[in-house]
Each structure stands twice: as structure tokens, then as C-alpha cells.
């Protein structure tokens, strides 16, 4: 507990003397515990020199949590030398933590590199949780090659979660062609928060073809889909202010 109470202090106090330390005890200490804390304090620190240490133990380290860990503060650096090994643990690592965690890194560092092997983690993860971290990075980047996949994503993917973040994502991008796959989301998924999360992507986008399949949202009854309609009038006001028009909505925010 001690060693580990003091590797957080040092991420904490900061400081590039705190940094030779760490990296000792994210290398040699026995207990995967400390060693997660020492790599979660040299992401606080950052700089290039935090870097390898990390990158090593998330090549190397036995233990999933400090993998996950490494992944997550090399995210949190965002350097680009970490891109290679990110990339490596998203396609290889046993753990869904790590995958998942090294997805999130990488929508954090960006750059074009990162996007085949994020669609590639969508598309075929077993994980739920790391397809929806990969289409939430995705979204991050952005780019024309993002879409289709989150599209597909929004779809067809059988874990709600990930339809949710794709269409999360897809609302962070924009644009035209994403539109009407939202659309159709909002209108047809089985699942209320997928919906609602729809509802606030075509907001963010705000398209006037979103107006009408807004405002049929208004009109469902049902106490479990208040969410849904509650983000559906939210975006009708954005969509709203962003055209520059009054739109009639013939209903209450909430009945």
C-alpha cells in the first residue's frame, strides 16, 4: 500500500525527477498493482522520456492491468512514437481492457495511421466495449474514411453500446452521409439510448432533413422514451438556431 500510495504522489507532485523513479518501479516492483500506479503517474508527468518505459511494460508486463494501464497513459502523452505499439496491442493483446484501452490512446494521438487498424477493431473485435472505444477514437479523428465503418457500425452491430458510440462518432465527424443512417437509427432501433445518442448526433450535425424524423420522435408515447424525446427536442432547437428558422414542433418537451 505504501509503494503504492507513493507512486501516486509522484505522478501528483510531477517533475522530471520524479520520472527515473517510476520507471524502476513500473520495470521491478512485484506487485502489478504498484506498477499500474507508477504507469498511470508517468501519463500525469508525460514527456518523451515516460515514453519507452511505457511502451515497454505494454509490450512486456505480465499483468493486464498494467498493460491497460501503460496503453492508457501513453494516450494521455499522445506522442507519436507510441502509435506502432498502440497499433500492435489493439490487434494482438489478450485482454479486453488493453485493446480497449489502446483504442482510446489512439483516438488521443490521432493521425491518418491510426484509422485502418481502429476499422479494423470495429469490424471484428469480440469485445463490445473495445469495438465502441475504437468507433468513439474514430470519431475523434474523423475523415471521410471513418464514416462507412460507423455507419456499418450503427447498423449492424449487435451490442448496443457500440451502436451508441458509432453513433456518437458519427456525430462528432459530420456531414451529409451520415445523416440518414442516423436518421433511420433513431426512428428504428430497439434501443432507447442508441436512439437518444441518434437524436443528439443530428443536432450536432444539424441537417433540416433531421426536422421531421425529430419531430415524429416528439410524438411517441411512453415514459421510457422521455430520453429520447428530450434529446430529440434539444437538437430540434439546435438544428433551429443553426438555419436560422422557427420550427412549429406542435408539442411539449416532455408528456
Known amino acids: ?50 515514453i519507452k518505459p511505457l511502451v515497454t511494460a505494454l509490450a512486456t ?51 491518418e495511421k491510426a484509422i485502418k487498424p481502429l476499422v479494423t477493431a470495429l ?12 468507433a468513439v477514437s474514430l470519431g475523434r479523428i474523423g475523415g471521410e474514411k471513418a464514416v462507412k465503418p460507423l455507419i456499418t457500425a450503427l447498423a449492424k452491430d449487435i451490442d448496443s453500446y457500440v451502436r451508441g458510440r458509432a453513433a456518437v462518432a458519427l456525430g462528432m465527424i459530420g456531414g451529409e452521409m451520415a445523416v440518414k443512417p442516423l436518421i433511420t437509427a433513431l426512428a428504428k432501433d430497439e434501443n432507447g439510448e442508441v436512439r437518444w445518442r441518434a437524436a443528439v448526433a443530428l443536432g450536432r450535425i444539424g441537417r433540416e432533413m433531421a426536422v421531421e424524423p425529430l419531430k415524429s420522435a416528439l410524438k411517441e408515447k411512453g415514459k421510457t422514451l422521455l430520453g429520447v424525446k428530450e434529446k430529440a427536442f434539444d437538437a430540434l432547437e439546435k438544428i433551429c438556431r443553426r438555419i436560422g428558422k422557427r420550427i412549429p414542433l406542435g408539442t411539449s418537451k416532455a408528456k
Request: net charge negative.
Open 123 to 134: 469490424a471484428t473485435d469480440e469485445d463490445g466495449s473495445v469495438r465502441g472505444r475504437a
Open 1 to 50: 500500500v505504501v509503494r503504492w500510495i507513493a507512486a501516486e504522489a509522484l505522478g501528483m507532485i510531477g517533475g522530471e525527477k520524479a520520472i527515473k523513479p517510476l520507471v524502476i518501479v513500473l520495470a521491478k516492483d512485484e506487485d502489478g498493482g504498484v506498477r499500474g500506479r507508477a504507469a498511470e503517474a508517468l501519463g500525469m508527468i508525460g514527456g518523451e522520456k515516460a
Open 61 to 111: 508486463d505480465e499483468d493486464g492491468g498494467v498493460r491497460g494501464s501503460a496503453a492508457e497513459a501513453l494516450g494521455r502523452i499522445a506522442g507519436e512514437k507510441a502509435i506502432e505499439p498502440l497499433i500492435a496491442v489493439l490487434a494482438t493483446d489478450k485482454a479486453g481492457n488493453v485493446r480497449g484501452n489502446a483504442a482510446y490512446a489512439l483516438g488521443r494521438i490521432g493521425g
